[in-house]
């Protein structure tokens, strides 16, 4: 099968994602999710087995000094091992129904037998499952219960044989006894402190990772939205203008196409550059949007050095325009604008006259002057149009991406119809170094 996919590795890559996981993986993620099922089968079930058969043969003695009933001494061992079950799901309950069957089967004499297992395995998985005060609260249980069991040892010692039989070696084997249960259980508790430590600090670094990876994910989204309503500022800009221009063109033409030929010749070869500019801006905006960026006709974003030819063009269209520059005056070198914020600009002016071609009525003037004011570029384009009476005006989408574009830059548009007119006023600060 290989030669079939040879040269092809996105073929093979898809088959193998449709495969479902081997039945081991299955069985592995299985055993995983419910970890009762390993305790159970791997610890408590083999110590139950062992406990059935110590309790058949029990020698051991109660409070009266007589035999244990077997039935006493299997349940005092499941008590203490069934809860090895749901030590990892419950560590605090297992270990208190641990401790209380162990604390019964000293109190009765029974005495602890492979059951005994079952105490460093529920101290290591309360330490690292549990929580800190409870691990705490269950070692000291832990040390508590190898004094009493030195103690069930000395009385072990005591029904056996008088007082005075009772010899130094015997008190060295309890308190051998005491040491040794109580080292067990230190050493469970501190191997089970370690791994929740471990445990604790991978949960930790894995929600910071989610949580990084939350916020990639919101930004990225913010990302796409800005660059949406960025391409659509423009789509709207340019598509306005570009028509408003060219259906005043159309209109002109047709009324002089018989008179003066020559000024529709004008007017529609005004309507096919317009046209033609308009269909690069839109490439080059969608550009973005398409990955093989390099098969495209890239071409650089308009700036206050075509202010001049758009003006023209809103002359051609038949609205009388008047442009004053004072910028060159206050700064000869050229504004220090970024090429982001030299785009905003024209696209202010370009909307601006766009809405006096659209709702000036016929008549109306524009004029546009630029200053340079105490660290700000100021852009004012007042015409002599309807103004307040005009119906729309102030109620599109074009003044509010003018807003947008401004403040995008740390500048504002203020604007005000009246009857006179309608006036726009953008500031936009100088503090941008040029794009290199």
């Known amino acids: 099968m290989l030669w079939r996919t040879r040269g092809r590795p996105e073929m093979s890559a898809a088959r193998d994602d449709t495969l479902p996981d081997p039945w081991h993986v299955r069985l592995g993620q299985g055993l995983t999710q419910r970890p009762w099922i390993i305790d159970g089968g791997l610890i408590a079930l083999p110590l139950t087995l062992l406990s059935v058969l110590s309790a058949a043969q029990n020698q051991g003695y109660t409070f009266f000094g007589g035999p244990a009933p077997w039935g006493l001494v299997f349940a005092l061992d499941l008590l203490t091992i069934l809860p090895l079950t749901v030590r990892r799901m419950r560590p605090a309950w297992a270990a208190g129904l641990i401790a209380l069957g162990a604390l019964g089967q000293i109190l009765t004499l029974v005495g602890p037998g492979f059951s005994a297992f079952t105490v460093p395995f529920v101290l290591y998985s309360v330490a690292k499952f549990g929580s ?23 009385v072990q010692q005591l029904l056996v044989l008088p007082a005075y039989a009772i010899r130094l070696e015997t008190l060295f084997v309890v308190l051998l006894m005491t040491g040794f249960a109580a080292a067990v259980a230190m050493v469970a508790w501190l191997l089970g402190d370690l791994a929740g430590r471990r445990r604790r600090e991978i949960a930790a670094i894995t929600e910071r990772n ?19 309503m960025r391409i659509a500022r423009e789509m709207h800009d340019v598509v306005s203008h570009s028509m408003s221009v060219m259906i005043a063109q159309a209109d002109g033409g047709r009324y002089v196409v018989a008179q003066d030929p020559q000024a529709a010749a004008g007017a529609f070869e005004t309507i096919g550059r317009t046209g033609r500019e308009a269909l690069t801006e839109m490439r080059r905006m969608l550009g973005v949007l398409r990955e093989e960026r390099e098969s495209l006709l890239v071409q650089p974003a308009p700036g206050l050095e075509d202010l001049e030819r758009m003006i023209a063009d809103v002359r051609a269209a ?4 008047t442009f004053t520059d004072r910028v060159a005056e206050a700064l000869p070198g050229g504004p220090p604008l970024a090429e982001g914020a030299a785009l905003a600009v024209h696209r202010i002016v370009q909307e601006a006259l766009t809405n006096t071609l659209k709702h000036g009525g016929p008549g109306a003037t524009a004029e546009v002057t630029l200053s340079a004011e105490d660290g ?5 384009v007042r015409d002599t149009g309807r103004g307040a009476r005009a119906e729309g005006d102030g109620a599109g989408s074009g003044l509010l991406g003018m807003a947008e574009r401004a403040r995008l830059h740390g500048g504002d548009v203020q604007t005000r119809a009246h009857a006179g007119g309608f006036d726009v006023v953008a500031r936009i600060p100088l503090t941008t170094e040029k794009e290199s």
């Open 376 to 380: 700000w570029l100021v852009i004012e």
């Open 318 to 321: 038949g609205l009388e325009v």
């Open 132 to 154: 800190r005060r409870a691990s705490r609260l269950y070692l000291g249980v832990a040390l508590a219960g190898a004094v009493l069991l030195g103690l069930y040892a000395l």
């Open 210 to 228: 989610e949580l990084l990876e939350r916020e990639r994910d919101h930004e990225t989204r913010l990302a796409a939205d800005a660059e949406r």
